[in-house]
Structure formats: C-alpha cells, structure tokens
T-cell receptor, first 117, second 114 residues
Framework: DQQVKQNSPSLSVQEGRISILNCDYT??????FLWYKKYPAEGPTFLISISSIKDKNEDGRFTVFLNKSAKHLSLHIVPSQPGDSAVYFC????????????????FGEGTQLTVNP | ETGVTQSPTHLIKTRGQQVTLRCSSQSGHNTVSWYQQALGQGPQFIFQYYREEENGRGNFPPRFSGLQFPNYSSELNVNALELDDSALYLC?????????????FGPGTRLTVL
C-alpha cells in the first residue's frame, strides 16, 4: 500500500525555467509534509516543509503548495539551476491519526530532476 | 556543528550472516530513525529510538533490531541476512520525536548481501 506517490519518475527542464514536482497521498490523516533532495552517494537533504493548516510555504526559490481536498502537494523551483539536478522525495511525517508515539517519514518513490544548461 | 555520520560506508556480507551498522546523531539531537532504501525506491521506515527506547517501528521483521546509547548514537543490527536486505541504510536524527521536527540524514551505509 503506497500511501505517498510520486507518479513522475523523471523531469527535465531548462535552466532558468520553473520545475514543478508533484506528489499525491492517500491517507487523509497525514497532516505534515516535507520535501527532500538527494544527490548520489549522499543522504537526503531537507528542503522545505508544510503543515496542513497552510496551503503554501515559501523559502527562497522553493515553494510548496498543499491541496488537502485533492490530497496533493507540489514543489515549485524558480528559477531552476543545474545544481538542482537530483532526486526529489516527497514525505509525510508522523503516524496517521496519532499525535504522539514518535514520528516516521513515509516517502514517495522519488522524481529525478535534470536541469539542462 | 557535526552532522549525522554513519559507518561503515560500504559492506559486503553473505546470506545468513549478521551485520551491525552504526550512526552518530547530530549534536543536540536525542532521536534517531533508521530507513532502508532499496534501488529505485524511496526510503522505508524501519524504527525510531528516542532517549534509548524504541519509539515506533515499521513493517520489518524482528531480525531487524536496534539500540540507542546514552550519547544518542545508535546501532542497527540485522540477523540472518537475506538477499533482499541488500540496500542503502539511512540513519536520521532529530531534536525530538515530534512529527514536526526535521529529520537530518547521514550519508548511508550500502549493504550488499551475496
């Protein structure tokens, strides 16, 4: 049961343009989401997060949008740079419906972003 | 400030053997989570340790076990290795076990089971 899904295995964009990475989740009890970036031979690096009480969060070139009714979130990168080329993972944090007893990240399968110069 | 470190970087074992992977958490963090990432997939949650006690477990069999030490470093032990255990094992630390606390990852240990 894949509770967090990234349906696009890869995305290719030109430098300077917008990159849009998408993520869907199935469990409506998830209420906190994160995006991580991963380069080969490195661990995932935290990019940005969003709580379900918001529908948008910005940090520099990165913006995450959350549509709770559609159970969909997206990461926008503007402008895209060649150094952004990496695998991007969407993750939901916590145990659905449980406020305590620790946290866990449920990841999607990842999207390989390639930014061409 | 030292980030999350893991050892060893790579490891090759044979089926049926046992393995221990190690993780040092980031300074000031008391929570460590372990994840398994198979090729082409996202990381899968194994378990979490908070203040030396298991604080949640994913869908992994009991032959996956762990420890957390008073300095908050952690070990992941896998007994009776199977071929499907070949994966990248990631450790992440966070300030506490709250779901809004960002988890910071180490570089991982690549385990190959032959």
């Amino acid at each position: 049961d894949q509770q967090v899904k990234q349906n696009s295995p890869s995305l290719s964009v030109q430098e300077g343009r917008i990159s849009i990475l998408n993520c869907d989740y199935t469990n409506s009890m998830f209420d906190y989401f994160l995006w991580y970036k991963k380069y080969p031979a490195e661990g995932p690096t935290f990019l940005i997060s969003i709580s379900s009480i918001k529908d948008k969060n910005e940090d520099g070139r990165f913006t995450v949008f959350l549509n709770k009714s559609a159970k969909h979130l997206s990461l926008h990168i503007v402008p895209s740079q060649p150094g952004d080329s990496a695998v991007y993972f969407c993750a939901a944090s916590g145990w659905p419906g449980r406020e305590t007893s620790g946290s866990r990240l449920t990841f999607g399968e990842g999207t390989q972003l390639t930014v061409n110069p | 400030e030292t980030g999350v470190t893991q050892s060893p970087t790579h490891l090759i074992k044979t089926r049926g053997q046992q393995v221990t992977l190690r993780c040092s958490s980031q300074s000031g963090h008391n929570t460590v989570s372990w994840y398994q990432q198979a090729l082409g997939q996202g990381p899968q949650f194994i378990f979490q340790y908070y203040r030396e006690e298991e604080n949640g477990r994913g869908n992994f069999p009991p032959r996956f076990s762990g420890l957390q030490f008073p300095n908050y470093s952690s070990e992941l032990n896998v007994n009776a290795l199977e071929l499907d255990d070949s994966a990248l094992y990631l450790c992440a630390s966070s300030v506490s076990g709250r779901k809004t606390d960002t988890q910071y990852f180490g570089p991982g240990t690549r385990l190959t089971v032959l």
